[in-house]
């Protein structure tokens, strides 16, 4: 079946840096955008950036920006999310989503924007 699995994830202390995994099973990436999201408790899931098909990227939230970066290697049907400086505050369940529509615009999308999505993996940054 297709999906996407998340790795990467863990306990970190502020200021730490990690990377994130999304690697496709049973279907390229190709021709998918993906975004990456976020979600903490109570909180509808919030796309935190977007890499197109053919490299385009989205920003959408600006307290993450020039700390947050995407990647993709399609050869090997993976993205990632390298997250630098992490902050008490960037705590949150963090997925990835495929789709070969929309494609990344100038404004967030919503989860079921994307036609599959993983489970997560949780970041859990102490002070």
């Known amino acids: 079946q297709l999906r996407l699995v998340e790795s990467g994830g863990g306990l970190v202390q502020s200021g730490g840096s990690l990377r994130l995994s999304c690697a496709a099973s049973?279907?390229?990436?190709?021709?998918?955008?993906i975004g990456w999201f976020r979600q903490v408790p109570g909180r509808e899931p919030e796309e935190v950036l977007c890499?197109?098909?053919?490299?385009?990227?989205?920003y959408y939230v600006e307290s993450l920006k020039g700390r947050f970066a995407s990647s993709r290697d399609n050869a090997k049907a993976t993205a990632y999310l390298q997250v630098n400086n992490l902050k008490p505050e960037d705590s949150a369940l963090y997925f990835c989503?495929?789709?070969?529509?929309?494609?990344?615009?100038?404004?967030?999308?919503?989860?079921?924007?994307?036609?599959?999505w993983g489970q997560g993996t949780q970041v859990t940054v102490s002070s």
């Open positions: 989503a495929a789709g070969r529509f929309p494609g990344c615009t100038n404004k967030p999308h919503k989860l079921e924007d994307y036609g599959v």
């Open positions: 049973g279907f390229s990436l190709d021709y998918q955008s």
């Open positions: 890499i197109g098909p053919s490299g385009r990227k989205d």
